[in-house]
């Protein structure tokens, strides 16, 4: 059930953080009674969202049965471990400017509604991912483990609770960096763990040849069928007697989380909606040319009163106030004799 404890406390940080920056942007406003009310509408509205996803997976598994059902739960564990993966990596590329974002998205909302929907589409995406992940746990464990495993989704979402109080707080001892680092860890484990279930059920299924079944065979030192051995096949996909093809996917997949990871960042954009914050774009050459004849045209061009030369400043450095010209001879004598 570590598993479960670790994807709960995850998803259930996000969408509290999330929370807290637009709270705090709410703070700053010079209304803020009314968004924080929609804010609040936002956040119940996106929890419905994802308790009618979970009742609506449970509905469609309803309507399988015997090969079908199989299927779309080997769907379903599939799309929960490809959905662990994205996650990760785009909070990997992007979280370092997630609370600029949120503020860009809110600032760019028109008033509660618009506060309300950011607020309801976050909480909806982490509790929809949330769902997923637990349905495809869920379908390793047995009508037993059910208890526990709610358990430590309660469990989770406790320490998530108590983690965003420290983060609020601005606890000195809680490194985020290194915080989320371990994070992406254990979650990319868990996605491995479920990809190995998926590879299992597809070799079963008569989908995939297993190429050589068993490679080894470590049963007699680390069973996986119970104690510790039950414990990594659940949380890294440990297996005592892999098939080949299994080996094969395995390190396939974290070939490709490593090199994704070590990808530079980016240009960022947020989860939230079709809003995207792009780089700057540079100056293409032939309009940086223009602009520097622009200025040259200024400079060189006489004034009109008295022939007398106006020098301006570049308009690239943002002045457009124009400097005195010097006074002549006659005009000084004259502003002396008045």
């Given at each position: 059930?570590?598993n479960?404890?670790?994807v709960?406390?995850?998803?259930?940080?996000?969408?509290?953080?999330?929370?807290?920056v637009?709270?705090?942007w709410?703070?700053?406003?010079?209304e803020?009674?009314?968004?924080?009310?929609?804010l609040?509408?936002?956040?119940?509205?996106?929890?419905?969202?994802?308790?009618?996803?979970?009742?609506?997976?449970?509905?469609?598994?309803s309507?399988?049965?015997?090969?079908?059902l199989?299927?779309?739960?080997?769907?379903?564990l599939?799309?929960?471990?490809?959905?662990?993966?994205?996650?990760?990596?785009w909070?990997?590329?992007?979280?370092?400017?997630?609370?600029?974002e949120?503020?860009?998205?809110a600032?760019?909302?028109?008033g509660?509604?618009g506060?309300?929907?950011?607020?309801?589409l976050?909480?909806?995406?982490?509790?929809?991912?949330?769902?997923?992940?637990?349905?495809?746990?869920?379908?390793?464990?047995?009508?037993?483990?059910?208890?526990?495993?709610?358990?430590?989704?309660?469990?989770?979402?406790?320490?998530a609770?108590?983690?965003?109080?420290?983060v609020?707080?601005?606890?000195?001892?809680?490194?985020?960096?290194?915080?989320?680092?371990?994070s992406?860890?254990?979650?990319?484990?868990i996605?491995?763990?479920?990809?190995?279930?998926?590879?299992?059920?597809?070799?079963?299924?008569?989908?995939l040849?297993?190429?050589?079944?068993?490679?080894?065979?470590s049963?007699?030192?680390?069973?996986?069928?119970?104690?510790?051995?039950?414990l990594?096949a659940?949380?890294?996909?440990?297996?005592?007697?892999?098939?080949?093809?299994?080996?094969?996917?395995?390190?396939?997949?974290?070939?490709?989380?490593?090199?994704?990871?070590?990808?530079?960042?980016?240009?960022?954009?947020?989860?939230?909606?079709?809003y995207?914050?792009?780089k700057?774009?540079?100056?293409?050459?032939?309009?940086?040319?223009?602009?520097?004849?622009?200025?040259?045209?200024?400079?060189?061009?006489?004034?009109?009163?008295?022939?007398h030369?106006?020098?301006?400043?570049?308009?690239?450095?943002?002045?457009?106030?124009?400097?005195p010209?010097?006074?002549?001879?006659?005009?000084?004598?004259?502003i002396?004799?008045?």
């Amino acid at each position: 059930m570590l598993n479960t404890f670790i994807v709960v406390w995850r998803e259930s940080l996000e969408a509290m953080l999330v929370i807290g920056v637009l709270l705090a942007w709410i703070a700053r406003q010079p209304e803020p009674a009314p968004l924080r009310r929609g804010l609040w509408f936002g956040v119940a509205g996106g929890i419905a969202l994802a308790g009618a996803l979970g009742l609506a997976t449970f509905a469609v598994q309803s309507e399988f049965a015997g090969n079908s059902l199989d299927v779309f739960q080997l769907a379903m564990l599939l799309f929960a471990a490809f959905l662990i993966v994205q996650m990760v990596l785009w909070m990997h590329r992007h979280g370092r400017a997630m609370k600029r974002e949120l503020e860009a998205q809110a600032g760019r909302a028109t008033g509660a509604a618009g506060v309300g929907t950011i607020a309801a589409l976050a909480i909806a995406r982490e509790g929809g991912e949330t769902v997923v992940f637990l349905y495809g746990l869920g379908m390793e464990a047995g009508g037993g483990e059910l208890a526990r495993m709610l358990a430590a989704a309660a469990a989770g979402l406790a320490l998530a609770l108590a983690t965003s109080w420290l983060v609020a707080r601005g606890a000195r001892f809680l490194n985020m960096r290194v915080f989320f680092r371990v994070s992406e860890i254990l979650l990319l484990l868990i996605a491995g763990a479920l990809l190995a279930s998926g590879v299992d059920r597809m070799i079963g299924m008569d989908w995939l040849p297993p190429l050589l079944d068993p490679v080894w065979d470590s049963s007699k030192l680390l069973d996986d069928g119970h104690g510790a051995g039950r414990l990594l096949a659940d949380f890294v996909g440990y297996r005592a007697r892999p098939a080949g093809t299994l080996l094969v996917v395995h390190a396939a997949y974290w070939a490709f989380v490593l090199w994704r990871l070590a990808r530079p960042a980016g240009p960022i954009g947020l989860r939230l909606g079709s809003y995207r914050i792009k780089k700057p774009q540079p100056i293409a050459p032939r309009e940086a040319g223009s602009r520097r004849r622009e200025v040259k045209e200024e400079e060189a061009a006489p004034a009109a009163d008295g022939g007398h030369e106006r020098r301006r400043l570049p308009a690239s450095l943002g002045a457009c106030r124009e400097r005195p010209a010097p006074l002549s001879p006659s005009d000084a004598q004259r502003i002396v004799e008045n």
